[in-house]
T-cell receptor, first 110, second 112 residues
């Protein structure tokens, strides 16, 4: 089976840094995705990790440790528009469908 | 133009009615998916199709059926809608490797 855990909600201050964690237990591992989803809108792709380490893309970075079954999404210089849900998704095998976590709702406050 | 489109965007219907939600894509992807999303439950996979002749049940397929009319079109039907099918429904596509998924804008369905 596949199991993905993320915190349900987080709150952070505008301008700060926040780290959203994701742990997974899956029957295989081919890659991990992070998506951003604003309320009532479609999820949009943020990042993809297949190898251990940090992938940086502007204000957003994503880290993966395959041996620990762990990833995090790091958001720097938070802006109000970053208030959204962040979904972690794992591809257990090449060609297999993704399994999504329940998402972390991030609220950015002034 | 959007790569993945869904119609209708909003629908209110009554218990027992048959409803069809449609999805079209111009990305040329082989794979298409239907998800429902309820508050606090994340994305739940209803059905997925790896090509026109391949349809598979997801984790919550009861009460739903699908039709893959062409590579670009994948429809979701609720044969007899019930109130607990009130949710936000998303269609998504991916290429043959099954990696990144691209989502449509969603259909908000309310069953009274």
């Amino acid at each position: 089976g596949q199991n993905i855990d993320q915190p349900t909600e987080m709150t952070a201050t505008e301008g700060a840094i926040v780290q959203i964690n994701c742990t997974y237990q899956t029957s295989g591992f081919n890659g991990l995705f992070w998506y951003q989803q604003h309320a009532g809108e479609a999820p949009t792709f943020l990042s993809y990790n297949v190898l251990d380490g940090l992938e940086e893309k502007g204000r957003f970075s994503s880290f993966l440790s395959r041996s620990k079954g762990y990833s995090y999404l790091l958001l720097k210089e938070l802006q109000m528009k970053d208030s959204a849900s962040y979904l972690c998704a794992v591809s257990p095998f090449v060609g297999y469908q993704l399994t999504f976590g329940k998402g972390t709702k991030l609220s950015v406050i002034p | 133009d959007a790569d993945v489109t869904q119609t209708p965007r909003n629908r209110i219907t009554k218990t027992g009615k048959r409803i069809m939600l449609e999805c079209s894509q111009t990305k040329g992807h082989d794979r298409m998916y239907w998800y429902r999303q309820d508050p606090g439950l994340g994305l739940q996979l209803i059905y997925y199709s790896f090509d026109v002749k391949d349809i598979n049940k997801g984790e919550i397929s009861d009460g739903y059926s699908v039709s893959r009319q062409a590579q670009a079109k994948f429809s979701l039907s609720l044969e007899s809608a019930i109130p607990n099918q009130t949710a936000l429904y998303f269609c998504a596509t991916s290429d043959r490797l099954g990696g990144e998924q691209f989502f449509g804008p969603g259909t908000r369905l309310t069953v009274l």
